[in-house]
């Protein structure tokens, strides 16, 4: 698709431009109201915060590696193999937590998806669960029309694309998500971040058209993100999931943070990085002829992976790249440490404490309130000013990745004394 994807970004260039954009990249840079230098500082800044936490993550993950492969598979320096990290872009290492589990700390004493099988849960069941919490947040429950038109499990009669995403399809009340969902952990969690979208995108449908949308485009992933941090074991006991009696206590912590830093704290140079390859093509500075060896380079600047095999420009590795333009909110707020509930906590519906979800309050206030100014909710504003209202703070800040997962931070460090890290 090489030649295809060549052909595409010309015409999109050329549609930019008329636009009256640079190019592709400089369009959506716009969409964040500041200037392109400006914007990929905050973002270099921003991931300079965090890259400590991944460095140490990533040393820790290759050394489990070693020892389960071998040094002729994933040696004890230099870059991970990607393959071996349980995902295809190497986003989410997530599906390897079994080999990294600390051990005696690894088993947290449950399993989300064996509950739920347990209590006879099937996948609309977990969808019900998932627009509960958001109701008792105070929030009206989802249109009957949601149930009739949502795609909740994979069609048995085609092939449909699988990856979660959730929609508004008239920008009023037809709200609907499209998933294959399984009866397991990742996709109760996935749910809960998809239905943010929905709520989210009911908040401020009220506005004019050019209005409707996140307050940046990263601003609907962060709220999936810091919904899905919720589900905690504090949670899975207020819905009758979980026995109290089998809550985790404090020496689970770590098995706790690390699982949730397999899954997230990659994604975060991914994002980063797929974004820079994209900027770099669109603007020119990445030619045809070097498409694949800068995919390669980045990606191993920025995450220390490698490809299990050698790649050339006959290759066009990032062809098969989903959409990658998420920020996770942790990044923007002071958050808990896993065992303190976040908005578990607070499930009374209409009595909200910051910063348990008044964003969403301020949003749907605010469109009630200015609608007729056109200065409340969706992209009225500019994002600092919703970010400000949220967290007290008008700029991105990886501090709250780093206190969220301190212990972790700890525990690795202690875990890699003696080892070669970085790549």
């Not at 070693?66 to 990290?85: C, W």
């Not at 099937?122 to 008792?136: A, L, N, Q, R």
């Not at 689970?252 to 690390?258: A, C, P, S, T, W």
């Amino acid at each position: 698709m090489r030649q295809d994807y060549t052909r595409m970004v010309e015409i999109a260039n050329t549609g930019a431009k008329e636009l009256g954009f640079k190019d592709v990249g400089a369009m959506w840079r716009a969409g964040y109201d500041m200037q392109p230098d400006a914007f990929t500082a905050m973002l270099d800044r921003t991931w300079g915060q965090v890259k400590p936490l991944y460095n140490a993550l990533h040393c820790y993950t290759r050394a489990k590696l070693n020892e389960k492969y071998g040094d002729a598979v994933q040696p004890k320096t230099g870059p991970i193999r990607a393959d071996l990290l349980g995902n295809m872009w190497a986003q989410d290492w997530g599906a390897i937590y079994d080999v990294v589990a600390p051990q005696g700390a690894g088993d947290i004493g449950y399993d989300i998806g064996e509950l739920l099988k347990a209590r006879g849960d099937d996948p609309v069941k977990m969808v019900k669960i998932g627009e509960g919490f958001y109701t008792s947040l105070g929030f009206s429950p989802l249109p009957e029309t949601f149930w009739q038109r949502s795609q909740i499990t994979k069609p048995a009669d085609r092939e449909v694309i699988c990856h979660a995403s959730a929609w508004n399809v008239d920008n009023k009340d037809d709200l609907r998500i499209k998933m294959c969902t399984k009866v397991n952990a990742t996709d109760f969690v996935t749910i809960h971040h998809e239905l943010g979208h929905n709520f989210y995108q009911r908040a401020y449908n009220k506005q004019p058209y050019f209005y409707l949308g996140g307050a940046n485009d990263g601003f609907h992933e962060a709220i999936g993100d810091f919904i899905a941090l919720s589900v905690t074991p504090d949670y899975l006991v207020k819905i009758d999931l979980l026995d109290p009696a089998k809550v985790p206590d404090a020496s689970k912590d770590i098995g706790l943070l690390l699982r949730q830093a397999m899954e997230k704290v990659p994604g975060l140079p991914w994002t980063l990085l797929v974004d820079k390859w994209r900027w770099g093509v669109f603007d020119g500075s990445t030619p045809t002829t070097a498409y694949n060896k800068a995919w390669t380079d980045l990606r191993l600047n920025y995450m220390g992976v490698t490809p299990p095999a050698p790649r050339s420009e006959a290759d066009f590795d990032p062809g098969q790249v989903p959409h990658p333009r998420q920020h996770a909110l942790c990044a923007l707020l002071s958050c808990p440490h896993p065992a303190v509930p976040i908005l578990s906590g607070r499930l009374q519906a209409g009595r909200l404490e910051r910063p348990a979800a008044s964003l969403f309050l301020l949003w749907q206030q605010a469109g009630r309130r200015e609608a007729e100014r056109h200065a409340g909710a969706g992209r009225v504003k500019p994002w600092p000013d919703a970010l400000e209202a949220f967290t007290g703070t008008r700029e991105m800040d990886g501090s709250a990745i780093l206190a969220y997962f301190a212990p972790l931070k700890t525990w690795l460090d202690k875990q890699n004394k003696g080892r070669q890290c970085g790549w």
